[in-house]
């Protein structure tokens, strides 16, 4: 089982970047996929949601939202965030976590780092 993710990296503030996690090793449609992040010395939290059922219904935290969309591709196993407007506060790693069932996978991150 993986989750690859990728995309990450060196940014100025206003900038935009598109972040995407590539699973393998299990069946990925029925897998709930979310972004996390981790910034230094910070738990890691929620970014973005996206259901696999409800016409792949999504979710955003709230200092994030109408900046990011986070959308799913069944057909390639992957999972999208495209951030838009970034700011250095979201600088951070940023985590592909897929859940179902409780069986939960997580990716090994990529640096986003948002320069002011």
């Known amino acids: 089982v993986q989750l690859a993710e990728s995309g990450g990296g060196l940014v100025q503030t206003g900038g935009s970047l598109r972040l995407s996690c590539a699973a393998s090793?299990?069946?990925?449609?029925?897998?709930?996929m979310s972004w996390y992040r981790q910034a230094p010395g910070k738990e890691r939290d929620l970014v973005a949601r996206?259901?696999?059922?409800?016409?792949?219904?999504?979710n955003y935290a709230d200092p994030v939202k109408g900046r990011v969309t986070i959308s799913r591709d069944n057909s390639k196993n992957t999972v999208y965030l495209q951030m838009h407007s970034l700011k250095p506060n979201d600088t951070a790693v940023y985590y592909c976590?897929?859940?179902?069932?409780?069986?939960?996978?997580w990716g090994q991150g990529t640096q986003v780092t948002v320069s002011s």
């Open positions: 996206i259901f696999s059922a409800g016409g792949s219904s999504t």
């Open positions: 976590k897929a859940n179902w069932l409780g069986v939960t996978y």
């Open positions: 090793g299990f069946t990925f449609s029925p897998y709930d």
